[in-house]
């Protein structure tokens, strides 16, 4: 439909910002973890998997929660997947401050982002189907899906080429963190405004 280039320059915009961000927090967690000493230990590799299983657990948790209502309200749950996307990244990137605490932490973060993976998905159909015309929703949504790779892609590259001015410590990465995400935050937002979905 017409509204679709808005949507897609702020939702591109926005997959660019998110991946950036996730940059910025990895690295964080890595610090946190141990990398900057030298390798990593099997304690801290098991932390990381460990991490992982519990952010997918909760996130299974919280789909079977919301289950039917991302269908009612997609550009509410699409935001809800933005803001659990950034407050996963900065929860992140507040790991080094306390590392005994690595953990809990990096859990709750990682259940975030899989709140934000499967919000984003679940109400993917729907967006995309607001804009679809002549039943092209399967054309719709692999443009979408293309110009959202080339969008994180790029957003990994600015994250990976601003990383040494940001620095490792949480309190250089952190106001960056926020700038980015309001960004982010703001760009998911203007693209919503284009949706028609209601």
């Not at 996730?22 to 801290?44: E, F, N």
């Not at 590799?45 to 919280?62: C, H, I, P, R, S």
Request: proline share 4%.
């Amino acid at each position: 439909s017409s509204d679709y280039f808005a949507y897609s320059r702020w939702y591109m915009l926005a997959a660019g910002a998110g991946s950036t961000c996730m940059v910025l927090s990895t690295q964080s967690l890595l610090y946190a973890v141990g990398l900057g000493a030298g390798s990593i230990p099997m304690a801290a590799a098991l932390n990381w998997v460990l991490k992982d299983g519990l952010g997918q657990l909760g996130g299974v948790l919280f789909a079977s929660f919301v289950n039917s209502r991302f269908d009612a309200d997609p550009k509410r749950w699409r935001m809800v997947a933005a803001v659990a996307l950034d407050f996963a990244c900065i929860l992140e990137a507040l790991t080094p401050l306390v590392p005994v605490l690595f953990l809990p932490i990096a859990s709750v973060a990682n259940m975030g982002k899989n709140v934000s993976w499967l919000a984003a998905s679940a109400t993917r159909a729907n967006i995309h189907l607001s804009f679809a015309r002549r039943a092209n929703l399967a054309d719709v949504t692999a443009k979408a899906g293309s110009q959202t790779v080339l969008a994180s892609t790029i957003g990994t590259t600015i994250g990976v080429i601003i990383s040494p001015f940001v620095g490792s410590t949480p309190l250089t990465i952190l106001p960056a963190l926020l700038g980015i995400s309001a960004f982010h935050l703001g760009c998911v937002f203007k693209a919503l405004t284009q949706v028609s979905c209601d």
